[in-house]
Each structure stands twice: as C-alpha cells, then as structure tokens.
C-alpha cells in the first residue's frame, strides 16, 4: 500500500532553518506530484507548495515564498520541504501528500504529519 512519510519536525528559534523529508513507498514516485500541507491548531489546513513529478515546475502559497523551498528526489522517492527564516506563524503540523492529477491535486494519499514549532 502507498506510504507517505515525513520527518525533520522539532522545536526551532524564530529565524531558524528545517528541512523536513517525505519518504514515500507503495506508488509511482516520479508520475505523482507532491504537496505540502500545514494544520495549525483551532486553524483549517492549508497549501504551502507543491512540485511536479518531473521537479520543474513549483508552486508556493504567498506566505512562504521566498522563505521555503521544494524539492524532491525521485531515485529516493523522497521530497523536502526547506525551510528558511522561520517565524511563530509558521507553527503547525506539516503533511505531504501525492496527486496523480498534478499540483492542484486533488490529493490522493497523505502523510502522517510532522510538528514544527517556532518559538520567538
């Protein structure tokens, strides 16, 4: 069955760097695009980036442009989430998730979230 797994979550100061991983198992890495997901509490989940299957084409909700990155390795079937600069507001749990349709999903399969929290 499909796996999506993520990792790289902990507690950082305001300005720090993450870089959280999703190791994915069960599926055809390389046709599926990967998004990233956030879920602060008392908050709905948001779109915080996605990339293509091919790694040419990315997509970055505003609040994280500039700050964050996507990549993904196919050979690992792996994909990072970079995380730069980072401040309170972007505590959350963070999800990866797969769409065969592309970047704007919908969204077949989801991780299991992993905890970011920035303290200021």
């Known amino acids: 069955q499909v796996q999506l797994v993520e990792s790289g979550g902990g507690l950082v100061q305001a300005g720090g760097s993450l870089r959280l991983s999703c190791a994915a198992s069960g599926l055809t890495f390389s046709r599926y695009a990967m998004g990233w997901f956030r879920q602060a509490p008392g908050k709905e989940r948001e779109f915080v980036g996605a990339i293509s299957g091919s790694a040419r084409e990315t997509d970055y909700a505003d609040s994280v442009k500039g700050r964050f990155t996507i990549s993904r390795d196919n050979a690992q079937k792996t994909v990072y989430l970079q995380q730069n600069s980072l401040k309170p507001e972007d505590t959350a749990a963070y999800y990866c998730?797969?769409?065969?349709?592309?970047?704007?999903?919908?969204?077949?399969?989801w991780g299991q979230g992993t905890q970011v929290t920035v303290s200021s």
């Open positions: 998730a797969a769409s065969r349709y592309g970047r704007g999903g919908p969204y077949d399969y």
